[in-house]
């Protein structure tokens, strides 16, 4: 008897929908793809729909709806930190009762009006989600398992270990202890959106020195040998207020919150340096002990502190662990695939056999668009477009990047998770040292100092960077090889901040950040073999394995899902190609776009 499970994420930020038939994911999206809402946190209807078609059923084939996490003891939490800080905090209760006697306190019912019908519901820890989304899909056996993120119902973090088809906590942190929340309130005290910006002061860090860093382990953060801590929570308002960070933060960072959109000063910098610095030691010291708690050689992690590619670097590097594996989708939306995991294994009792690599596919669990959908997209759009054979565009592709031309990529379903990885990519020469300010000025519309990632093929990446391990997510930072590396002057050594952004630092500029790592993605033909194939052209064509690797989109906007949602975005922006499947497109032969002259920044919410 077949078995299909509806995993469901939603209204808290990056809804999601996952379709398992007998323990196979069979698709995976976030809303935001299909509705062009970033972070849209509304319930996934057009995801779940997706999933259905992929899977070629109906919400009637449905043997159960999953929700990744226990909405009543949420609403506990939350009746019991007001309890506890009243009288402060009124208007943040409202604000929140307002939400959940209108819509978190009927979910179930919800979910059954939204796919109408009569399907049963039910629910997941939401830390055992993120726990499950890290370990079933990974390729080990058994495993370590470390949670970390803002909050679920109670817990902040947890760690365990995945042995068969079982999944045991050992040990949890709870509310208002958390390191998400630690890493959300330096976010916003930076100027950055929460929920949304906290990778931007990941990439400021390296601009910067961790000057303050003892003064938030001496003030703010109490953390024990073993990883675990407590929040000062004199010096954090997310508790009873509407802001993350209270007035005494800002006497101890000198200053006050950075307003949003103002130019960044070398404060900044130094905050955002001290802030991963702390948030490093914590992940290593709770490494070390799930380690030594479990005796396990392997490590999974999920939650949206495993978006930390900087940490889950040094955890692979200094770590006790001799492989970690993370889930590509680790936030949020992965809790959907983690909900549907688990009720397959632990609600009915399935076996799990590990998969070779792992499970995630790639992580390419999206829709897809073929050749006829997209000749029909080109004909309605009328834009000139050249067809290329298989076997002849890899090389073209390779020849207009070697040109320093930006290509934007689609190809295959789309990813499930935060990043690109090959399917809805923009691309770029990573020699040229112009690469990165010109994608993120006139492509991306976002700040300079961002810095970009690089696809390497697997089988040469440990020529470049100092790593010699699958990174297929682009969820590891590594150091660039030294001998890769171009010795700065003395004059360029006395530069402060972003003054260090345009300095070549290797063979390599446009990946490389200015502590000398790059976030790394390897690439395996078997996982996607067209962009594979590209990469090994570029190399015959320049002799350099890699290519510049961004997400297909510009700031304030989600990844693209469709073919037209690419050629809006190329349209609108300085790319000089796109490549639709077996179509390219070049901007000079397109005809004029009707909003080709809007300013594309002022449309979105610049977070």
Partial sequence: MTRHILGISAFYHDSAACLVRDGQIVAAAQEERFSRRKHDAR??????????????????????????????????????THLTTAPFGLRLFWKSMAVWLKQKLWIPQLIRDELSCEVEVLFGDHHESHAASAFYPSPFE????????????????????????????????????????????????????????????????????????????????AIADDGSFRLNLDFFNYVSGLTMTSGKMERLLEGPVRRPESPLTQREM?????????????????????????????????????????????????????????QPAAGDAGGALGVALSIWHRYYDQPRIPKPGDAMEGSYLGPSFDEEQIRLFLESAQAPAEKQHDSRLPLRVAEFLAEEKVVGWFQGRME???????????????????????????????????PFAPSVLRECVQDWFEMDVDSPYMLL???VKKERLIEMTPEQEELFGIEKLNVPRSQIPSVTHVDYSARVQTVRREVNEKYYDLLQSFQKLTGCPLVVNTSFNVRGEPIVCTPEDAYRCFMRTEMDVLVLGDYILEKK?????????TDWKDEFELD
């Fill in 589 to 597: 032969d397109q005809p004029a776009f009707p909003e080709a002259d």
């Fill in 43 to 80: 319930f996934p209807a057009q995801a779940a729909q997706y999933c259905l078609q992929e899977a070629g059923i109906t919400v009637q084939d449905l043997d159960c709806v999953g929700f990744y996490d226990k909405p009543l003891v949420t609403f506990e939490r939350l009746l019991e």
């Fill in 270 to 326: 130094d905050i955002a340096a001290s802030c991963q610095k702390v948030t490093e030691e914590v992940l290593l010291r709770m490494a070390t002990t799930a380690h030594r708690e479990t005796g396990l050689k392997q490590l999974c992690m999920a939650g949206g502190v495993a978006l930390n590619c900087v940490g889950n670097g040094r955890i692979l590097r200094e770590g006790p662990f001799e492989d970690i594996w993370i």
């Fill in 142 to 221: 058994e495993a370590a398992v470390l949670t970390t993120d803002g909050v679920g119902e109670w817990t902040t973090t947890s760690f365990g270990f995945g042995r068969g088809n079982q999944v045991h906590t050992l040990a949890e942190i709870q509310f208002p202890h958390s390191l998400g929340l630690l890493y959300t309130a330096f976010t916003y005290f930076t100027g950055f959106k929460p929920n949304s910006g906290e990778y931007k002061l990941m990439g400021l860090a390296p601009y910067g020195e961790p000057r303050f860093a003892q003064r938030i382990l001496d003030e703010v953060i």
């Fill in 416 to 450: 499930f998770g935060p990043r690109a990885l090959g399917s809805r990519s923009i691309l770029g020469d990573p020699r040229s040292s112009a690469m990165q300010s010109q994608m993120n000025l006139k492509i991306k519309y976002r700040e300079s100092f961002r």
């Fill in 477 to 479: 930072v590594a150091p």
